[in-house]
DNA sequence: CCCGTGATTTAT
DNA sequence: TAAATCACGGGG
């Protein structure tokens, strides 16, 4: 008998996985160092109908290819020509849904994030943005469609006692995505209420 | 407010 | 082939 995984956590609608994703722990090890962080702010992508997703309409490219995996692997991708962004792909495969990480909350190897990171002037901005995480943890393409249960490099770690209670997270509408008519309005980014670390207060 | 920056996507 | 776009961040 196989042992059970945790891949079962991201099996599942991208909007469960971007709230059940707030408090759990993204780590990342380079060279025997590890970078870890409380995952803060999420926004959760519905897939081909949902026009801000790379996966609208069942846009499938050799950029968005991860979104196409199962639940449970990364999904990133590079943008504006020097930032790079980490989705986290949900539901079944063929499903193109993800969830992406927009802030974290620094507890780990934080020396080493202020060194990838000479712009931060406060630890507040280490990781409060998409593109900052990935400058912060040293996140590029190198690590899309890796397995985030098993991969040495990066990972998530999922612990019950860490998930937010409902009443602890804000709701709001996805940012910078303005393009996308009536789905810019829509209530799909999440956040630990009164975080410091979130990218918009 | 504006702009850098270049891969990716979309239009011709 | 050429043009437009972009799930951003930093500086004024």
Known sequence: MPAPTLHGFFRRDSVTVARALLGQKLVRV???QTLAGVIVETEAYLGPRDRAA???GGRRTARN??????GGHAYVYFTYGMHHCMNVVAGEADDPAAVLIRALEPIEGVEHMRMNRPAARR???LCSGPGKLCQAMRIDRALDGVDLVT??????ELVRSRAMRGDRIGVAARVG???AGEWAG???RFFVRGSPHVSVR
Request: no cysteine.
């Open 30 to 32: 380079i060279d025997g």
């Open 177 to 179: 995505i303005d393009y």
């Open 123 to 125: 630890d507040t901005d």
């Open 65 to 70: 290819e991860s979104m196409y995996l199962p």
């Open 151 to 156: 991969d040495e490099r990066i990972r998530i």
């Open 54 to 56: 790379h996966s609208y």
């Open 186 to 188: 829509k209530p799909l």
